[in-house]
C-alpha cells in the first residue's frame, strides 16, 4: 500500500501546481450573481429561460454561472477564516 500512497500524493502535488490560478470573483462579481440568482428564484421566473435583471437580459446558463461565482466566494470566505 505505500506504492499506492506514494503515488496519490506525488500526482496530488503534481496536479497542485498545474493548476492555472484563477482570480477569486470580485465583490461586484458576487453582488450581481447575488441578484441573479434571486431573480430566477422568484415564482414568476422559476420556469423562464430569459429575464431582464436591472435592465439587462439574463438567460438560465447565467444563473448556473452565478450560483458557482458565490458558491466558489464562499468557499474562499471560509477557507480564509479558518486560517486566521
Known amino acids: 500500500m505505500t506504492d499506492v500512497n506514494d503515488l496519490l500524493q ?3 502535488r503534481t496536479f497542485a501546481l498545474t493548476i492555472p490560478y484563477l482570480p477569486p470573483p470580485t465583490r461586484e462579481e458576487v453582488e450581481w450573481s447575488r441578484k441573479v440568482i434571486d431573480a430566477f428564484g422568484q415564482k414568476e421566473n422559476e ?6 435583471v436591472e435592465g439587462r437580459m439574463v438567460e438560465r ?4 454561472m452565478a450560483q458557482r461565482t458565490v458558491a466558489i466566494a464562499e468557499q474562499i470566505r471560509e477557507m480564509e477564516q479558518a486560517c486566521a
Open 61 to 64: 446558463l447565467h444563473f448556473g
Open 47 to 52: 420556469k423562464k429561460g430569459v429575464i431582464v
Open 10 to 12: 506525488k500526482t496530488s
